[in-house]
């Protein structure tokens, strides 16, 4: 049995330190099949550059960036963020985007601990409406489901699998103000 992961909110700095360990995760989820903005082949210049844009983000105060890492060793083993870059209409409202989790690390609840991690950092930020969108039938759309999440609907065609083809999107949205 593995240890529960460590979960942490990363500073700008960190974030920093850490591009290239981000970088092999996501590029390892897009390798593996993920829809997340991506397509394959994915190189190490551009997974980087993208959590170099990540860091500058947090720097600027307008997300949180946590990650999963291994009990003693600190190797990366997931992350998930959450963006509160929004119009001025929706103070209360973000976003959770990129919830990652290398397929060496997965079906140990590394998943389901970024999310709780990342409902509770929004709440402390004041935020009470999230919302997320996730490939439809995949995994990620078990886990929010199971999370409590609630599913508004389906966009078809949404986004393009990584090797290309289209995929479905489904929308969540979850209420956290008394959670
Ligand atoms: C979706 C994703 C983040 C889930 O991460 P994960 O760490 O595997 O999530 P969890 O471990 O919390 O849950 C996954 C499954 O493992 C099971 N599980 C959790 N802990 C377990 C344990 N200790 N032993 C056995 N099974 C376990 C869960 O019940 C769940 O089962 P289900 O899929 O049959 O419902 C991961 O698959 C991923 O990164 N996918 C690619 C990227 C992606 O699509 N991200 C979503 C973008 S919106």
């Known amino acids: 049995m593995s240890d529960p992961p460590l979960i942490r909110v990363l ?3 960190e974030a920093k330190q ?4 981000l970088a092999e995760v996501l590029m390892d989820c897009v390798e593996g ?6 397509m394959a082949p994915l190189s190490a210049e551009r997974a980087r550059a993208f ?33 509160f870059a929004q119009p001025e209409n929706q103070p209360h409202r973000a976003d959770i985007a ?20 990342a409902e509770a950092a929004a709440r402390r930020a004041g935020k009470t409406v999230l919302v997320l ?5 995949g995994d990620a759309e078990r886990l929010y489901t199971r ?17 290309g ?8 949205y979850k209420e956290v103000s008394d959670a």
């Open 133 to 137: 969108d996730t490939v439809t039938g």
């Open 11 to 13: 500073s700008a700095e």
């Open 51 to 83: 959590w170099q844009g990540v860091a500058a983000g947090v720097a600027a105060g307008d997300r949180i960036l946590l990650v999963a890492e291994e009990p003693g060793s600190g190797e990366l083993l997931g992350t998930v963020q959450v963006v």
């Open 165 to 172: 083809g289209f995929c479905d999107t489904t929308v969540f």
């Open 98 to 117: 990129k919830m990652l989790v290398h397929r060496r690390a997965r079906r140990r609840g590394v998943g389901a601990a970024l999310m709780r991690e």
């Open 33 to 38: 099949g993920a829809s997340v903005s991506f």
């Open 147 to 163: 999370l409590g999440w609630k599913r508004c609907g389906v966009i078809p065609n949404y986004a393009l699998w990584p090797k």
């Open 18 to 21: 850490r591009v290239d360990a």
